[in-house]
């Protein structure tokens, strides 16, 4: 149990649905990010929120839309995927983004996305 | 291109046998270097880090040393158990980043009895 909880674990959608998927942390953090996992790549880094504002997108496709409403809650809003999105979502949290000096991300268990 | 370049798996090992996996990165200043594990269904976890030249972290019987010199941060580990099967990832932070966590691709390591 990290603290960091994701729903759901797993979802399948159609190419045209909308969807979306939750991160709650319990760790009082005030960073959270979302990753995407894929078989034999690097970790993605997508978003990036610093005190509930948007500090990083690193170039994702407008498919993906974040929010956070409040420090302990994010999701990922899902619209017209492609099957290429298919992978595992993984939500994280820090104390602060200043991770080169305090170092832990506190991950949860991920959301697998299949898009058919 | 990639900061963080490790060993690509899986690796395959019998119980008790010495591990290593490799791991180089590419930063433009001074980086904080981590190894992060993700057991089965799980997210992954913090294993060790190292924050400057010449540190060695270590937990669980696993350690690793920053080597400025040959920009590397190899995992090790003397006598793995099956417990240990997992992916293991190594990655950085450094403000060419913005101080963001960028991780290597993973290597997967199976451990058998």
């Known amino acids: 149990e990290t603290g960091v909880t994701q729903t759901p674990r797993h979802l399948v959608m159609g190419m045209t649905n909308k969807k979306s998927l939750k991160c709650e942390q319990h760790l009082g953090h005030n960073a959270m990010y979302w990753y995407k996992q894929s078989a034999k790549k690097p970790l993605e880094l997508m978003f990036v929120y610093n005190f509930k504002e948007q500090t990083e997108n690193n170039s994702v496709p407008s498919r993906f839309s974040p929010e956070c409403p409040n420090s302990s809650h994010l999701f990922l809003h899902l619209h017209t995927l492609q099957p290429e999105d298919s992978a595992l979502y993984l939500c994280?949290?820090?104390?602060?983004?200043?991770?080169?000096?305090?170092?832990?991300?506190?991950f949860g268990e991920g959301s697998r996305l299949t898009v058919l | 291109g990639n900061s963080v370049t490790q060993m690509e798996g899986p690796v395959t090992l019998s119980e008790e046998a010495f591990l290593t996996i490799n791991c180089t990165y590419t930063a433009t200043g001074y980086p904080s270097l981590f190894w992060y594990v993700q057991y089965p269904g799980e997210g992954l976890q913090l294993l060790l880090k190292a924050t400057k030249a010449d540190d060695k972290g270590s937990n669980k019987g696993f350690e690793a040393t920053y080597r400025k010199e040959t920009t590397s941060f190899h995992l090790e580990k003397g006598s793995v158990q099956v417990s240990d099967s997992a992916v293991y990832f190594c990655a950085l932070s450094d403000q060419s980043y913005n101080n963001d966590m960028r991780f290597g691709a993973g290597t997967r390591l199976t451990v058998k009895p």
């Open positions: 994280a949290s820090s104390p602060t983004r200043d991770l080169i000096n305090t170092g832990e991300l506190f």
